[in-house]
């Protein structure tokens, strides 16, 4: 079997499993659309890690037919996980990611929604969504006319872990915000569009908030010519 590569050229999976044996053991990252996982790719090739193309409508369940052929050998969506290649240095206080988590929760109104912290290698990334390998893409069979019929298709918007960017200056601008109860407003606006991108960018966001999105990116747009 011959895997096409984000980066170019061709890989065999007994190749890509040696050619990571270090970095990332029994492993295979992949990429369902090389589109909205494009700052993705690009931090997966900064930093040097490989990545398969696995974009076709059938790839879901070719995928849970390799990891069962191949004993010990996992795929995962290169925005599921984050290697350690890809996680920068910096931290955030405790009581800060607390807050920033209440912000978040308060914004979107899921007060349920998990928020951890974690510093990427790109500054420019805000945040995150991660969804569980096993039901995202359970999620994509449903759809395909496959997958676990005790699952529906959407069942995991609500499963979306939120990953927080301290080095953002996003993030800190929603933790500074969220000092004065006066600044609700501007901060459930930026909480919102940095979980709408998040969501955007794994493919996550639904098609009726949308219309939302693109209204707040054209407000927030022009708040910075005034």
């Given at each position: ?11 065999t ?22 589109h909205?996982?494009a700052?993705?790719?690009k ?8 990545a398969?193309?696995?974009?076709t ?16 050998v ?16 910096g931290?955030m206080e405790?009581?800060i ?23 990427l290698?790109?500054?420019?990334i ?16 449903q ?19 939120l ?9 800190t ?6 000092k ?17 991108l ?29």
């Amino acid at each position: 079997m011959i895997f096409k590569l984000s980066s170019g050229g061709y890989i065999t999976l007994s190749e890509y499993l040696l050619d990571c044996k270090e970095r990332h053991e029994n492993i295979v990252y992949y990429i369902n659309d090389v589109h909205a996982l494009a700052p993705y790719i690009k931090m997966f090739e900064d930093a040097k890690l490989k990545a398969v193309i696995l974009d076709t409508p059938i790839d879901p369940h070719f995928i849970s037919f390799m990891e069962m052929k191949s004993e010990g050998v996992r795929f995962s969506r290169i925005d599921s996980e984050l290697p350690d290649e890809l996680k920068g240095e910096g931290t955030m206080e405790d009581d800060i990611l607390e807050s920033v988590s209440k912000a978040f929760q308060r914004a979107t109104g899921n007060k349920d929604m998990k928020v951890k912290a974690q510093a990427l290698k790109s500054d420019d990334i805000a945040a995150v969504a991660q969804i569980n390998e096993f039901l995202r893409r359970n999620d994509e069979m449903q759809a395909a006319g496959g997958g676990m019929p005790w699952m529906q298709p959407g069942d995991i918007s609500n499963s979306i872990e939120l990953i927080v960017n301290p080095n953002n200056a996003v993030i800190t601008q929603i933790a500074d915000l969220e000092k004065n109860d006066d600044n609700e407003k501007t901060s459930n606006e930026l909480c919102l569009q940095v979980f709408d991108l998040a969501r955007l960018t794994a493919g996550l966001l639904k098609p009726e908030d949308m219309a939302d999105f693109i209204s707040r990116s054209s407000t927030i747009l022009n708040k910075t010519v005034k």
